[in-house]
């Protein structure tokens, strides 16, 4: 039976056959391919890094990929997870609130996403349940397999034809051999079967030990974790070695002889200075290649497209790479002990720093030891400040006064969200003289609640998918700080996740006093950004800019702080000022998107 065939009598659910296999109507089988990524040994390996750097390298060559990462927990997406445990909730422009996995693959390959991207264990059982309650299964007692596995498989083969893919990146969450992941295993096998040969590659992404105590690379823990793999039916094509030293050719040798893996498909993908290094390795190793040639993928590559986009990339790794000055930017909160959760800012600032020839040195500082009294020691040595996004009260009144600070002895600042909102309140008190001045979130009962609840947000209950979320335009006021950050566009589109506002009755006392409200949502009184002038740098957004930010498009208000930051770390320099380091960096772009469309002309002409 051809697997056209067996696709088409499988899809039917009936008595007669025990396949059960849902398929999208017009779904044709081998036109997508899939390249499916899990880990072993441990987590944290890197998964979504390595499939995002796997998934541009086939990008450049002119493949259409879409990525999609499936977790195993059973919320229905990541809004609930505390930062501290998962990392941040990143914010799709469609409003789902999923993984920071999300981020590294908007960011590796400049695509926004959506919520076909991101699937949890909560939605494929949800899913399941509903068409139990609606009927669907007639009559027949819904299993894991093949119901629970047939909605994976129709997840991923909707997001092939949704998005039209050459190449669809599955990233399986947790380790193989968690419970939870089991039955994602058991799908995709299901899927390599029912697509065929050359259709699915099978990446197992393992760990190689080096204790200090021996001195040498062990890889037992990886070929038990691989064998695992292997019990569960799938045999890797390609075994990838995190280590964190370049995996030595005898190790590598003892896996590709105990998992079936021929050594040339059996990569090291040592620790790198940059996530940014690791396409460049892999394309050195001949990974790229070698998924092509097993996923048959020869005759739909394009060489001329990959040189420009290779050209481009390896630009910005030399960039970043070759750095000469230094800035130091405080970051306020609470999760200071956590990279993770504030994964988004940190690489907006390299983005911005590569570009600005700036290598940017990250103090975290803990709010809730800041005082009036101890803020300028806190601060010391520091060009610029951000205040993140946060929830709740803690550290809130420190986060105000390292504003104050700023704001009076003209250090940079750059306020997100929740460092948007504190601006307000620190700007209310000090300069308009509102005593008691608060956000509803830190003080209910507040004098003056400069910050207050969304209106549309008032009587909703519980915690999930609720808040105002996603992408919204913003529109920008001519002639301020903003519209010249965003190249004298009057709509720019940003990413937001908040339940709280500047409240409308206040903006006339803020702006009578000197704040400029320079991004406001159209039509509504929602304030999106603020500025101060007579500052070298005061800007804060309602929105979360660090999320649109991309290595070769940083974000233009990280880009501005970094400058100002520059200037400040430099003053004996004459560094040009914020906005003009944008219009400069913006008329790259344009240049850059020219010759882009030129070279896509003259391609088409050939
Ligand atoms: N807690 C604030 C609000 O809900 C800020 C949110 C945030 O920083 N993401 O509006």
Same mark, same amino acid.
């Given at each position: 039976m051809s697997t056209n065939d067996l696709l088409g009598s499988v899809s039917k659910l009936s008595d007669e056959t025990e396949f059960y296999t849902p398929v999208p109507k017009g779904y044709e089988v081998g036109r997508c391919k899939y390249v499916v990524i899990c880990g072993t040994v441990? %987590?944290?390996?890197?998964k979504g890094i390595f499939s995002s750097s796997l998934a541009k390298l086939l990008q450049d060559k002119g493949l259409k990929v879409a990525p999609i990462k499936l977790e195993g927990?059973?919320?229905? /997406? %990541?809004?609930?997870?505390?930062p501290f445990r998962h990392g941040e909730v990143f914010v799709l422009d469609d409003g789902m609130e999923c993984d920071m996995d999300l981020g590294t693959y908007e960011r590796m390959l400049d695509q926004d996403l959506a919520r076909a991207n991101f699937a949890t264990s909560g939605q494929i059982y949800t899913s399941v349940l509903q068409k139990e309650r609606h009927g669907d299964y007639l009559g027949r007692d819904v299993q894991m397999i093949p119901h629970v596995t047939g909605e994976v498989k129709m997840r991923l083969r909707e997001l092939a034809m949704r998005s039209n893919a050459d190449v669809v990146f599955v990233e399986v969450g947790? &380790?193989?051999?968690d419970v939870e992941n089991a039955y994602y295993v058991e799908a995709l096998r299901e899927l390599a079967y029912e697509e065929g040969p050359n259709s699915v590659c099978f990446v197992a992404l393992t760990y190689v030990l080096e204790p200090p105590t021996l001195g040498e690379q062990k890889s037992k823990a990886a070929q038990l974790g691989i064998k695992r793999l292997m019990e569960w039916g799938v045999q890797p094509h390609i075994v990838a070695c995190r280590a964190e030293n370049p995996v030595i050719e005898k190790v590598r040798q003892k896996i590709a002889q105990y998992t079936n893996v021929p050594l040339a498909r059996v990569f090291s993908m040592h620790d790198c200075p %940059?996530?940014?290094?690791v396409p460049r390795m892999l394309r050195e190793a001949g990974l790229d290649f070698e998924v092509i040639r097993l996923l048959q993928l020869d005759q739909r590559v394009d060489l001329m497209h990959e040189r420009m986009a290779w050209l481009n990339w390896c630009d910005f790794v030399e960039r970043l790479k070759n750095i000469q000055h230094q800035v130091n930017i405080g970051i306020t909160g609470?999760? &200071?002990?956590?990279?993770d959760s504030y994964a988004s800012i940190i690489h907006a600032l390299e983005h911005s720093g590569a570009h600005l020839d700036a290598h940017v040195n990250i103090r975290w500082i803990? &709010?809730?030891?800041?005082t009036g009294d101890n803020v300028a020691e806190k601060l010391d040595g520091l060009h610029g400040i951000i205040v993140p996004g946060g929830f709740g009260t803690r550290g809130a009144e420190g986060k105000i006064e390292c504003i104050h600070y700023a704001r009076e002895h003209k250090l940079p600042y750059l306020g997100i969200c929740f460092g948007f909102q504190m601006a307000v309140i620190e700007f209310a008190r000090?300069?308009?003289?509102? !005593?008691?001045? /608060?956000?509803t979130e830190i003080?209910?009962?507040?004098?003056?609640?400069?910050?207050d609840i969304l209106p549309e947000q !008032?009587?909703?209950?519980?915690?999930?998918?609720?808040? =105002?979320l996603g992408g919204k335009d913003v529109a920008i006021a001519p002639g301020t700080l903003a519209w010249r950050l965003f190249g004298e566009k009057e709509r720019v589109r940003m990413r937001f996740r908040h =339940?709280? !506002?500047?409240?409308? /009755?206040?903006i006339d006392t803020l702006t009578e006093h000197g704040m400029v409200f %320079?991004?406001?949502a159209p039509g509504e009184p929602i304030m999106q950004i603020m500025e101060l002038p007579d500052h070298p740098y005061f800007v804060g957004t309602q929105a979360h800019p660090c999320m649109t930010?991309?290595?070769? =498009?940083?974000?233009q208000m990280f880009v501005g702080l970094v400058a100002a930051a520059k200037r400040c770390a430099y003053p004996q320099e004459n560094f040009p000022a914020p906005a003009e380091v944008v219009e400069q960096l913006m008329r790259q772009w344009t240049i850059a998107a020219q010759e882009k469309a030129h070279g896509r002309r003259s391609r088409q002409k050939t």
């Open positions: 441990m %987590s944290g390996l890197g927990y059973l919320n229905i /997406d %990541s809004g609930t997870l505390n947790g &380790t193989i051999g %940059s996530i940014y290094m609470k999760y &200071t002990s956590l990279r803990d &709010t809730s030891q800041v000090n300069v308009c003289g509102l !005593e008691g001045a /608060d956000s003080q209910a009962r507040c004098k003056h609640p400069v910050i !008032e009587g909703i209950k519980g915690l999930g998918g609720n808040m =105002r =339940r709280l !506002e500047v409240r409308p /009755d206040y %320079s991004g406001k930010s991309r290595p070769l =498009r940083p974000q």
